[in-house]
């Protein structure tokens, strides 16, 4: 199922590029909130989304990349660290000049070998100077439980 999915938005991807937008690139750090503090030290990853202005301010897309969980080296010895892959739509307000409020809404994907996924969320609200974003945000993951992590971020438009 986790490579349908894949398969399915790397082909939306390829798919969307073609038309009029912009492709976003970046990376994020992060740290580990709530229940999934008491485990991982530290979130690490990269982020790309592709945009289209649909209204005066308003750009909407999707979104996608992969977030790495380290886990605290008291638990290395009985559990690996937590990838997730999110697969989300994604919209951004332009509330002033070069600041927005954004969010990403889908489903994440844990990469690791019987973890289930769950309902994806990160809003998010940032600065814009020229073709730099950067942003605070809290990325979640919901599914009988959570794990969630306040991050930074910076995006490239490309």
């Given at each position: 199922?986790k490579?349908l999915?894949?398969a399915?938005?790397?082909?939306?991807?390829?798919g969307?590029?073609?038309?009029s937008?912009?492709?976003?690139?970046?990376?994020?750090?992060?740290?580990?909130?709530?229940d999934?503090?008491?485990?991982?030290?530290?979130?690490?990853?990269?982020?790309?989304?592709?945009?289209?202005?649909?209204?005066?301010?308003?750009?909407?897309?999707v979104?996608?990349?992969y977030?790495?969980?380290?886990?605290?080296s008291?638990?290395?010895d009985f559990?690996?660290?937590?990838?997730?892959?999110?697969?989300?739509?994604?919209?951004?307000?332009?509330?002033?000049?070069?600041?927005?409020?954004?969010?990403d809404?889908?489903?994440?994907?844990f990469?690791?070998e019987?973890?289930d996924g769950?309902?994806?969320y990160?809003?998010?609200?940032?600065?814009?100077?020229?073709?730099?974003?950067?942003?605070?945000?809290?990325?979640g993951?919901?599914?009988?439980?959570?794990?969630?992590?306040?991050?930074?971020?910076?995006?490239?438009?490309?």
């Amino acid at each position: 199922m986790k490579k349908l999915f894949l398969a399915g938005a790397l082909a939306f991807f390829v798919g969307v590029s073609a038309q009029s937008g912009y492709p976003k690139l970046g990376f994020h750090l992060g740290i580990p909130v709530g229940d999934a503090g008491d485990i991982y030290s530290f979130n690490v990853g990269v982020d790309a989304a592709y945009l289209w202005n649909v209204a005066p301010n308003f750009d909407l897309g999707v979104a996608t990349g992969y977030s790495h969980y380290l886990v605290k080296s008291d638990f290395s010895d009985f559990i690996d660290g937590l990838g997730l892959i999110p697969i989300a739509a994604t919209g951004k307000y332009t509330v002033a000049p070069n600041f927005f409020l954004g969010a990403d809404l889908g489903y994440g994907l844990f990469t690791n070998e019987g973890a289930d996924g769950g309902f994806y969320y990160q809003p998010k609200i940032g600065y814009e100077s020229g073709k730099t974003e950067f942003y605070l945000g809290y990325k979640g993951v919901s599914n009988d439980g959570s794990i969630g992590s306040v991050n930074v971020g910076i995006n490239f438009k490309l």
